[in-house]
């Protein structure tokens, strides 16, 4: 595992300074932090930290051509100092181990605190990297039984991570993946934690990251449904292997039909659909038929209703369209604002057949709802396209649009989660009013 990192690193304590993470998605969801957005770093003293392009105050002049002796028994007091962290950086950069170890010993068992300190913590990092193994080996001890605390602290978040990055026996690897086990869903849910967890997958092998994803399956819609988790899971997709892989989407497919109509649980279904393979999507596809007119009529089970459509396979298509293709609810779907895009979307992607069916029902109501601007859409797709009916295809040579769907970064974040029938992230989804579909023996899921 020792290696050097993703990030250059090598100056660890600029004054401003953000949060390293993998990259994230949904649709991008990566959630960047600014450590020291708001405020500046203070020195000792209580003013504010100067920065490097600074003139040498008095504080750095007492380090220019000093030698780590003169500091011996100070060292500790030294790292929660800026001028002091970089003069000790600096020495852990040179070739001389005899500087290491005087530094290790004064800083060993300070080390948890260090983690979390604003200055500190860039000396725990370049100590991390630049020690052996026996010396990692005391550390990954000292701060086992503290690593939940620190992962959830800004500053400490990023000590984790480096720690990660440098395990380098299965001993060391061993002592971190028990320590973060237990408290994998914890984690993920937290601003700073998220991204250990990102980093494990990033740099674990996936015999040893395997904790994660039995977490991540035992509480699929608490993850699912949570704003770092939507992006945290995609990344578990990302990074898994292929039996890993087919273990999270098994229990996506399993949970389609409440996450589908959670603001963040419908991205998890949405990166599913993503994937191209047929095996993943056709059956998971699947589990949204004979809900499609109600799934069309909510604001994100809306957008995921149109990506089906436009992914399924033709068959599973015809399936999806006849559902809307009833006279009775098509007036309904048509005057709905979300729902009026998956009539669209099956305009451009239904079979000829059942396109002209759609149009029938469509044509007598369009006088009704032609001043709204949906109405005025639908109305010039089906004047433009009505000459080429009959043409060569079955889509009679249409050009397939797709619609500009909400990113994640829109949405409004006030919602609590009780509002969609979750108790605790879990439990109760009747607020749903659809059913969850499946069970252990369901041959809906022909992947292992």
């Known amino acids: 595992m020792n290696g050097s990192s993703n990030n250059n690193n090598n100056n660890l304590v600029p004054p401003h300074h953000h ?7 949904p649709t991008a969801q990566q959630q960047r932090f600014d450590a020291t957005a708001s405020t500046r770093p203070l020195s000792r003293r209580g003013s504010p930290a100067t920065s490097s392009s ?36 600096k020495k852990l950069e040179e070739p001389d181990r005899q500087q290491l170890h005087l530094i290790f010993d004064e800083v060993q068992p300070h080390f948890v605190e260090l983690m979390t300190e604003p200055f500190g913590n860039y000396l725990c990092q370049k100590l991390i990297e630049h020690c052996d193994d026996s010396q990692r ?44 086990n237990p408290n994998v869903v914890t984690l993920i849910k937290d601003l700073n934690g998220n991204h250990v967890i990102q980093k494990c997958l990033h740099r674990l092998s996936a015999e040893h990251k395997q904790f994660i994803y039995d977490a991540v399956s035992e509480h699929c819609i608490q993850v699912a449904t949570h704003r770092h988790g939507c992006c945290v899971l ?11 892989k087919n273990q999270l989407v098994k229990v996506i497919t399993w949970h389609a039909l409440p996450l589908v ?19 993943y999507t056709d059956t998971l596809v699947r589990c949204f038929l004979e809900h499609v007119c109600d799934l069309s009529v909510q604001k994100f089970s809306s957008n995921v209703i149109e990506k089906c459509i436009r992914v399924a396979e033709p068959d599973t298509r015809r399936l999806m369209v006849t559902e809307l293709l009833n006279e009775t609810n098509i007036e309904k779907l048509l005057r709905d604002s979300f729902a009026n895009y998956v009539v669209q979307t099956c305009l451009e992607y239904a079979d000829q057949d059942q396109r002209v069916q759609l149009v029938e029902y469509i044509r007598p109501l369009l006088p009704s709802i032609r001043s709204t601007p949906y ?40 919602s609590n989660s009780s509002s969609f029938g979750y108790q605790n992230g879990e439990g109760s989804l009747a607020a749903f009013g659809l059913p969850l579909i499946g ?10």
């Open 375 to 414: 109405g005025k859409r639908i109305h010039s797709k089906i004047q433009r396209e009505q000459p080429q009916q009959g043409g060569a295809g079955s889509n009679g040579g249409r050009q397939r649009g797709v619609r500009q769907h909400q990113s994640l970064g829109s949405l409004r974040y006030g």
């Open 19 to 25: 949060q390293s993470s993998l990259p994230t998605t």
């Open 54 to 89: 600074s003139v040498p105050s008095e504080e750095q002049n007492r380090f220019a051509g000093a030698k780590l002796e003169d500091f011996q028994g100070k060292i500790y007091e030294l790292c929660k100092d800026q001028n002091g962290c970089r003069f000790l950086q």
């Open 261 to 279: 109509q959670d603001p963040f649980g419908n991205y998890v279904v949405q990166y599913v659909l993503d994937l191209g393979d047929i095996a």
């Open 137 to 180: 080996d005391i550390l990954v001890d000292t701060v086992a039984p503290d690593l939940l605390k620190i992962s959830l602290n800004m500053h400490g978040t990023r000590a984790v991570q480096r720690f990660i990055e440098f395990l380098s026996t299965s001993q060391q690897i061993h002592a971190v993946t028990v320590a973060l």
């Open 234 to 244: 995609q990344r578990c997709i990302d990074y898994a292997s292929e039996a890993q």
């Open 439 to 448: 069970n252990s023996s369901d041959p809906l899921y022909p992947y292992p």
